[in-house]
């Protein structure tokens, strides 16, 4: 049984300590311990730049040198990504690339000062072409997608099989949305459960949010641990699944890890953070643009530095993610939490008003009277409607 795991760690860079050490506590270090003690045990991670930062204020230094420890002896692969999990295909390619130029600041500062992945992470694997071909003028050599990136639609890869982006030109690994979508360990660890993929596929492939293995779903049995424990498992990285293999060239269709075929054969690729039938999320990357446009046009001001920061904060997926009101059900509730979007319309209102250049008067009202709108819309909104509802 050859495994191939994809885990993502990421907490959002304005989220507050708490939160960030209760999954430290209970995912982070949990799969990390698992890895120190099942030393032939390989994974891929992806661990978001700005949870770096986290880790550092939490004094958690000891568990990022466990985790260098790991990915000096092979057991960990880590990937590229934008440091701040913004979605990647709706914002300007210049903030994409300083992001991931950022990321790699950060990484090489933990892991050594030639150090450079192999493999790119666009956060919530939301794929678009231009971004693709940056990244891999950056340098990177693979990139991990859902399995409806082929064609827009299930059923078209053949796992068995490694893949080229004929848009970029990146190596391309396809998770199995099926499978990732269930707590792994339950399935690969159940010869009875596995029987539905073993007839299908002869290697495991899953990529999931490393918060599933503790803080969202508690696995009382320790599935988990006794998973990596079967003689029969075989994990690699997933540099090592690609390594001198002949690659069939695919065209990627834009898409991210929850797309549905519905929304591709409609052109929404990115619904869950850019509906055309979600009014609140016309009105965010409104204020989202107004915001990149007065920096951009105020580059020599003297708190440009600050208001970029607010700007870079507030593009963090979760700001959109939070107002799309989509029921997920299992491992989660609906995705929507009026204050994490107001999180993220508070980061870009303070870009606009950080700027002291007296011509932006007239932008800083018209951010203002948006700001304003927003906030009513998003609490009448749950009012009206979510609170209700629950």
């Not at 018209?366 to 629950?390: A, Q, R, T």
Request: proline share 3%.
């Amino acid at each position: 049984m050859l495994w191939i795991n994809f885990l993502h760690l990421y907490q959002p860079a304005n989220k507050d300590a708490y939160f960030i050490q209760e999954a430290t506590d209970m995912s982070y270090r949990r799969i990390v311990r698992a890895l120190e003690e099942n030393p032939q045990t390989k994974f891929t991670l992806n661990i978001q730049g700005c949870l770096f930062a986290h880790w550092e204020a939490l004094n958690e230094g000891d568990l990022i040198g466990r985790i260098k420890k790991l990915v000096k002896k092979g057991q960990v692969e880590l990937t590229g990504t934008c440091a701040y999990h913004p979605l990647v295909p709706l914002i300007p390619l210049e903030e994409v690339e300083r992001q991931i130029k950022e990321n790699e600041i950060i990484l090489q500062k933990h892991f050594g000062s030639d150090f450079k992945p192999r493999g790119f992470f666009f956060p919530e694997m939301a794929y678009g072409v231009e971004a693709a071909k940056l990244v891999k003028s950056l340098g990177y050599e693979w990139i991990i997608v859902d399995e409806i990136a082929h064609g827009g639609q299930f059923g078209n890869v053949d796992f068995s099989k490694n893949y080229l982006d004929e848009n970029s030109g990146l190596k391309v690994v396809f998770r199995m949305r099926g499978l990732s979508q269930n707590f792994v360990p339950d399935i690969l660890g159940n010869d009875q459960k596995l029987l539905d993929y073993k007839n299908k596929h002869e290697l495991y492939i899953t990529a999931t949010d490393a918060e599933l293995y503790g803080l969202r779903h508690l696995d009382h049995t320790a599935e988990f641990e006794k998973l990596l424990k079967r003689a029969d498992l075989k994990t690699l990285t997933i540099s090592e699944h690609l390594q001198n293999k002949t690659a069939v060239k695919v065209k990627i269709t834009p898409c991210n890890w929850e797309s549905t075929e519905s929304e591709i054969t409609k052109s929404v690729p990115y619904a869950l953070w850019l509906d055309p039938r979600n009014k609140i999320h016309k009105q965010l990357w409104n204020l989202a643009n107004l915001a990149n446009e007065v920096i951009e046009n105020n580059a020599e001001d003297e708190n440009i530095i600050w208001a970029q920061r607010h700007y870079t904060l507030g593009l963090a997926s979760c700001t959109f993610w939070w107002a799309s009101g989509r029921d997920f059900k299992l491992f989660g509730s609906v995705s929507w939490n009026p204050d994490e979007v107001e999180r993220g319309v508070n980061e870009f209102i303070r870009a606009i008003r950080s700027l002291h250049n007296v011509e932006t008067r007239s932008v800083k009202i018209k951010g203002e009277k948006l700001y304003i709108k927003i906030k009513h819309m998003i609490w009448h909104e749950h009012w009206e409607y979510h609170w209700k509802k629950n």
